[in-house]
């Protein structure tokens, strides 16, 4: 079956793939292949575009390259990336391998005159050749979305295919750079290959959008696993892209299909994760009201018209870092807007001073504190996991998360209440404190603010990044919103976005306060979930439009008026805030005896 000439657009990622001679047959070759197979005959013509000259006159700062390295690897240890490219720690005159691969990536971030060239060159060879299919490659994948997502140039991509693979796209450090959210470009279909072995910062994108779809390609054969020809000849590219783009009939089959498909499998419109944690491994740490936590919190999401079966429960032992990240995705999948999903956490909570570049402490993280928490990143809870999972959902989804825990440590006196909050041991302590040798004294090491160039971390900012103003918060995606003020806003709105997504937060105490139980008779809870709840079912019932606002206010004069000193929390935009809470209790009648 032939049919008209397919012209596909190419943009090779990071490396001197211009300088290789074998770039360009090895992707026609592979491109043509794959269309062939399902359209025979049909003609392939591969054209590319050209742009490492313009990464080889541009500036590129030995220090900006650090910096990226470590936000592109998450890590925080930059020379954890150095070993992992083969390179020296040493980044004086930037070896050649580092300058072509993510150097390349440091300065298209860096430099808004670099950026703005490098679109230049792709929607010039759109408007000249009007290829149906975009394909980008690692680097071009950023160059091509930086192009086609900003809303003066969308109209370049419209009744095309984009293909996106190895690509940084969904990493944090290029969310940053482009307003803190990706959205969807204006495409027919955007394709998105994406290896979980890709060790060059490729990252999986979250997008609930019809025409988006990411498909899994895992390989694992070298070094990066970043190889463009393994990316496009994958048995799931084959079955999951080249089918439909090798012929539209094809194609508008497959999509009705799969819409049918996806409709039979839709997620239902609520759903709840609650995790409590009493028996931590060390008697020390131990607590009694989170289960109790749990199964109350359970019985009014019942009351609200939650299902049982949309809410899952982890306890205790079962509760560890994979185990609840795991529920977490199964939480946040699909969600749309309009929808419902609720975390609550009842447990420890806890700081971890963390490494940044040049392995100096820069920030803390708060973290929710898992059953096999070793005060080590991989095993909490802490943000930079938790945005991976929220940032991304549709504005209008109703995403509530409540943590009765707090982050400032403490300790459990004799006959007290305890305390929900572990205080770090000695050598954690050891990162955040510096020797005064004058007064010989232990002093708190200074680290600077997050973000010195913007406004909203100061005042009410002090809720996003605390009162140094280097702390990564729960819930804030504070590493997505690092622009200054100006630059922020200007970028979200050529992207046609208002910044990552922010949920509800409820939380039991201020940043520096302490997160206690309470013994109701002989059973304990958390005072704040015991509060919380108890507040809700009674005023719920007689006020109908009772905000978040107004119920964390009727809260903390309960829990002032029990002796508790601990000042709930509400972070959510303020017109979410104050409108009226959507769930309502439901009356029902009792249950018939037989």
């Known amino acids: 079956m032939s049919d008209s000439p397919l012209i596909a657009l190419c943009v090779h990622g990071v490396g001197h793939g211009e300088a290789d001679p074998q770039m360009r047959p090895t992707w026609t070759k592979a491109i043509t292949d794959a269309v062939q197979r399902w359209n025979p005959g049909r003609p392939v013509q591969c054209e590319f575009v050209d742009y490492d000259d313009l990464f080889a006159k541009a500036p590129l700062d030995p220090l900006v390259v650090t910096e990226a390295l470590a936000k592109l690897s998450l890590s925080g240890l930059v020379h954890g990336v150095g070993d992992l490219l083969g390179l020296s720690r040493d980044f004086g005159g930037i070896p050649d391998t580092l300058r072509w691969t993510a150097g390349m990536v440091a300065q298209w971030a860096d430099s808004d005159s670099l950026r703005q060239a490098a679109r230049a060159r792709v929607l010039a060879q759109v408007a000249e050749l009007k290829p149906g299919l975009i394909i980008a490659h690692s680097l071009g994948s950023l160059i091509s979305y930086d192009a086609f997502a900003r809303v003066e140039n969308r109209a370049a991509l419209a009744g095309r295919t984009f293909i996106s693979l190895g690509s940084q796209i969904g990493n944090p450090f290029v969310r940053d750079a482009v307003g803190g959210r990706i959205v969807m470009v204006p495409a027919q279909q955007w394709f998105h290959l994406y290896n979980l072995h890709d060790k060059a910062f490729a990252a999986p994108i979250r997008l609930e959008n019809p025409g988006f779809e990411q498909v899994p390609t895992p390989f694992d054969i070298n070094f990066l696993d970043h190889d463009a020809i393994q990316y496009l000849s994958h048995p799931a590219t084959q079955n999951s892209v080249w089918q439909k783009v090798a012929g539209q009939a094809v194609s508008r089959a497959l999509t009705q299909s799969l819409g049918k498909v996806n409709s039979a499998l839709a997620t239902p419109g609520r759903r709840a994760l609650l995790i409590g944690i009493n028996d931590y491994p060390n008697p020390a740490n131990q607590l009694e009201g989170c289960v109790n936590d749990v199964f109350r919190m359970s019985e009014v999401l019942q009351e609200c018209g939650f299902q049982p079966e949309d809410i899952r429960v982890v306890l205790n032992e079962r ?157 804030r995606a504070v590493t997505l919103r690092s622009l200054p003020d100006k630059q922020y806003d200007c970028v979200r709105k050529e992207f046609g976005h208002f910044g990552p997504f922010l949920p509800v937060l409820l939380e039991a105490c201020e940043e520096n306060q302490l997160s206690y139980e309470y013994r109701h008779g002989v059973t304990s809870f958390g005072a704040f979930t015991y509060c919380l709840t108890q507040v809700f079912r009674e005023s719920r019932a007689i006020l109908p439009d009772l905000s978040w606002k107004d119920l964390l206010s009727a809260v903390a004069k309960k829990l002032d008026r029990m002796n508790y000193s601990q000042t709930p929390v509400l972070v959510a935009p303020a017109k979410i805030a104050s409108a009226a809470i959507p769930w309502k209790l439901e009356s029902r009648s009792p249950a018939k005896k037989t």
């Open 319 to 475: 509760a560890t870092a994979a185990g609840i990240l795991e529920r977490m995705n199964w939480l946040l999948e699909d969600a749309q807007k309009g929808q419902d999903r609720v975390l609550f956490y009842s447990g420890h909570g806890a700081q971890i001073p963390e490494y940044g570049v040049g392995g100096r402490v820069d920030h803390t993280d708060e973290c929710l504190v898992p059953y096999d928490f070793d005060w080590t990143r991989e095993k909490a809870i802490t943000d930079v996991q938790f945005h991976e999972l929220y940032s991304q959902l549709p504005y209008g989804t109703n995403f509530l998360a409540i943590f009765d825990c707090c982050h400032s440590g403490g300790m459990t006196r004799d006959g007290g209440p305890r305390v929900r909050g572990l205080a770090p041991p000695d050598d954690i302590r050891h990162r955040s404190l510096q020797w005064n040798e004058r007064e010989q004294m232990w002093e708190p090491r200074n680290v600077d603010p997050e973000n010195t160039n913007s406004k909203k971390w100061k005042g009410k900012g002090i809720g996003f990044v605390g009162t140094s103003g280097a702390t990564w918060r729960l819930g």
